[in-house]
């Protein structure tokens, strides 16, 4: 059977070789081709509603992470439609913590796990349009996609307590972002069709390396911490922590300004000894999450926490440490 192709356009196993290579823009041709059947096969399962809606968004941004695994590009139509088929069931079976972003290989990440999504990610040239969409979501959207998606915190409840907000908030704000950033992969089409009209490659646009903004953290909280050890701040990490910054949640007090350094120093000082073991950042949110030992300590920690830090011109302004709510 000869391959399908549009009157002005290449054909889906086109489109899916030019997404594996990483342009954004041909996957977003891609799924603008099959939206209807995707959108058919939600509502047979879940009905109209914006449940349905959802899973599309789902499979839509499923779809971004995992394009390279398609192994019969020709067939990537009947690929999609099992995706939506897939984030429907999940949501029959666990609605209320079908994860958002985009299934994460239809698996939640556990602290105990040495596996991250971001490490996902980076196994495909479309990380940085991932990252990129992230960037574009207003802060509070984007720390709860942080949190779920990047880092150990991943449930609800887990997400609602290091946010301080009700668990129904964090739900909203993850659906929101997940159809923002569906949109986004979805307008991509309207470039990839002009391009496909004009004999030309789709491409992405261009994006900066996202990881970098990682690296830079890790490398920061690593001399954070080796600079608090021995009690000499270097100048690049005395201006992470100027005077402005406060410690805010459970280690703050309500109505007074605390800064970090002192609250962090006497942990130290107490025996308290945190190792850094992931860290994940955005443009004005870094996420460090620590392991914890206290041999001898005065204080007794559980055996991870993870800062949560909102900064602003690279400077942090606030710092709330989480620690892992009870099982």
Same mark, same amino acid.
């Given at each position: 059977m000869a391959?399908t192709?549009?009157?002005a356009?290449?054909?889906?196993e086109e489109?899916?070789?030019s997404?594996? !290579?990483?342009e954004?823009?041909?996957?977003?041709?891609l799924l603008?081709r *099959?939206?209807?059947?995707m959108r058919a096969v !939600?509502?047979s399962l879940?009905? *109209?509603?914006?449940?349905?809606? /959802?899973?599309?968004q789902? !499979?839509?941004?499923?779809a971004?992470?995992?394009?390279?695994?398609?192994?019969d590009?020709?067939? =990537?139509?009947?690929w999609l439609?099992a995706i939506?088929r897939?984030?429907? +069931?999940m949501r029959?079976r666990?609605p209320r913590?079908t994860?958002?972003l985009d299934?994460l290989?239809?698996r #939640?990440v *556990?602290?105990?796990?040495? @596996?991250y999504?971001?490490?996902?990610v980076?196994?495909?040239?479309?990380? /940085?349009?991932?990252w990129d969409?992230?960037e574009? #979501?207003p802060q509070q959207m984007?720390?709860?996609?942080?949190l779920r998606?990047?880092s150990g915190i991943?449930?609800y +409840?887990?997400?609602?307590a290091a946010?301080d907000?009700?668990i129904?908030?964090?739900r909203? +704000?993850?659906s929101q972002a997940?159809?923002?950033?569906?949109?986004a992969l979805?307008s991509?089409q &309207?470039?990839?069709?002009?391009? &496909?009209?004009a004999?030309a490659?789709?491409q992405?646009?261009a *994006?900066g390396?996202?990881?970098a903004l990682?690296?830079?953290?890790?490398?920061e909280? =690593?001399?954070? #911490?080796?600079?608090?050890e021995?009690g000499?701040?270097?100048?690049e990490?005395?201006?992470l922590?100027?005077?402005?910054?406060e410690m805010?949640?459970?280690?703050?007090?309500?109505?007074e300004h605390v800064?970090p350094?002192?609250?962090?120093?006497q942990?130290?000082?107490d025996?308290?000894?945190?190792h850094v +073991?992931h860290v994940?950042?955005?443009?004005?949110?870094?996420? @460090?999450?620590?392991a914890?030992?206290?041999?001898?300590?005065?204080h007794?920690?559980p055996?991870?926490?993870? @800062?949560?830090?909102f900064?602003?011109?690279?400077?942090v302004?606030r710092?709330r440490?989480?620690?892992?709510?009870?099982s």
């Open positions: 391959p192709r549009t009157p356009g290449p054909t889906d489109l899916t070789r997404a594996q !290579a990483g954004v823009g041909a996957l977003g041709l603008a *099959h939206q209807a059947p !939600a509502l879940l009905g *109209h509603g914006p449940e349905a809606d /959802d899973a599309v789902d !499979a839509a941004l499923t971004l992470r995992r394009i390279g695994d398609v192994r590009p020709a067939a =990537v139509g009947a439609r939506v897939n984030a429907c +069931r029959l666990a913590e994860p958002g299934g290989d239809h #939640l *556990h602290r105990q796990d040495a @596996w999504p971001e490490r996902a980076e196994r495909h040239a479309m990380r /940085d349009w991932i969409a992230v574009e #979501l984007r720390l709860v996609v942080m998606h990047f991943t449930t +409840r887990e997400i609602a946010c907000v009700p129904g908030t964090v909203s +704000r993850l997940r159809a923002r950033m569906a949109r979805m991509t &309207a470039q990839a069709q002009a391009q &496909a009209q004999q490659p789709a992405a646009q *994006h390396d996202a990881a990682t690296r830079g953290s890790l490398q909280a =690593v001399a954070t #911490l080796k600079a608090w021995t000499s701040l270097p100048r990490i005395s201006e922590w100027p005077a402005e910054s805010v949640g459970r280690l703050g007090r309500p109505g800064h350094v002192p609250v962090m120093r942990y130290l000082e025996g308290v000894r945190q +073991r994940v950042a955005s443009r004005d949110i870094a996420i @460090w999450e620590m914890v030992t206290h041999d001898g300590a005065v007794v920690c055996p991870g926490l993870t @800062w949560l830090m900064r602003r011109n690279g400077r302004q710092l440490v989480v620690f892992p709510s009870p």
